[in-house]
């Protein structure tokens, strides 16, 4: 099992930062994929940002310039900085992993509990 524990959330004003924060525990070796999903009232859950073991990244078209991912495989982190904030980054974000290697087994899609984000004047 892979536990999630997000940090950094809150109520931030349109153009400003905030910067997410993810750590994974548990009894694993290595997690492939590491990412930010979001889910806004009455919308559906969608990726925000990814990034693999080797450092690769990937971005929704709406966060581009805007948002950064970045990872600590020695620490088993995963932090978003997100910058230039708007309204429609309202969301409660999720931190995400695809893949855990453990001792003879894989832990599959495990999410965290999820953090608030507002961006609000």
């Known amino acids: 099992q892979v536990q999630l524990v997000e940090s950094g959330g809150g109520l931030v004003q349109p153009g400003g930062s905030l910067r997410l924060s993810c750590a994974a525990s548990?009894?694993?070796?290595?997690?492939?994929?590491m990412g930010w999903y979001r889910q806004a009232p009455g919308k559906q859950r969608e990726l925000v940002a990814a990034?693999?073991?080797?450092?690769?990244?990937n971005y929704a078209d709406s966060v581009k310039g805007r948002f950064t991912i970045s990872r600590d495989n020695a620490k088993n982190t995963v932090h978003m900085q997100m910058n230039s904030l708007k309204p429609e980054d309202t969301a409660v974000y999720y931190c995400h992993t695809d893949r855990a290697v453990g001792a003879g087994i894989l832990y599959l899609n495990s999410w965290g509990q999820g953090t608030q984000v507002t961006v609000s004047s």
């Open positions: 548990g009894r694993f070796f290595s997690i492939d994929t």
């Open positions: 990034i693999t073991r080797s450092g690769s990244t």
